[in-house]
């Protein structure tokens, strides 16, 4: 039997060992309802723009700092670190069988949030939100087949979940279906360092969070 690192996978790869289905529907008002946010949660966006914006000024951020100066204060902005919501680094998924190709899909998923008080199965928890990420010279898109692999998993058990792709400067969410065949929606770019778009961030990183 083949061992396939999921970060070595192609779209086309994910495709194929997965029957995923890419939907053109990518209405962010369609899924999620956005909320004006406070007057600290600007004044905290702004702080969190202008920190990563001085990590851009000399060289591409790597990937440990997107995550430290971008992605970390984004969750615990829009609640991710409070109970019931936890939030798990690094967590390598099960091993995927792919029967039919007689192939296992492996790998390590770079942040997953989870609802600790719901499990979809015993000792299974409810997958909120898995986020890959990239350094800030890398597209976002370059971890979709990554992400797509990873949430895959979680579809055994829940009919959908949403994902992140993200190179700390760009963010693309994707909504993610149960289905025969899987489906997914990728949502338009959002900018972390223009000042509109980061607004739209937070907003849609909290309406994700109070979904559940």
Known sequence: M?????????????????????????????????????????????????????????????EGQVKLVAISPLLRLAGFYRYPLQVIVEEGIARINITDEDIIVTGRLDILAIHKARQVSDNVPFWVLVIE??????????????????????????????GLATNGELYRFVYIQAGNP???????????????????????????????
């Not at 529907?25 to 702080?47: F, R």
């Not at 350094?135 to 998993?153: D, I, R, T």
Request: charged fraction near 20%; hydrophobic fraction near 35%; include cysteine.
């Open 182 to 212: 899987p489906t997914y929606q990728l949502m338009p770019f959002l900018g972390l360092t223009d000042s509109e778009s980061s607004i739209k961030l937070l907003q849609v990183l909290k309406a994700i969070c109070k979904l559940q």
């Open 133 to 162: 990420s990239k350094n800030s010279s890398v597209s976002p898109s370059v971890g979709l087949p990554q992400l797509l692999s990873y949430a895959y998993k979680s579809l055994e058990y829940q009919e959908s979940v949403w």
């Open 2 to 62: 083949k061992t396939l690192n999921a970060k070595n996978l192609t779209l086309d790869e994910v495709h194929r060992l997965f029957n995923f289905q890419k939907q053109d529907n990518n209405s962010l008002a369609s899924l999620l309802s956005l909320e004006p946010l406070t007057e600290l949660e600007q004044q905290e966006i702004v702080q969190t723009r202008q920190e990563f914006d001085n990590h851009l000024r000399s060289t591409a951020a790597s």
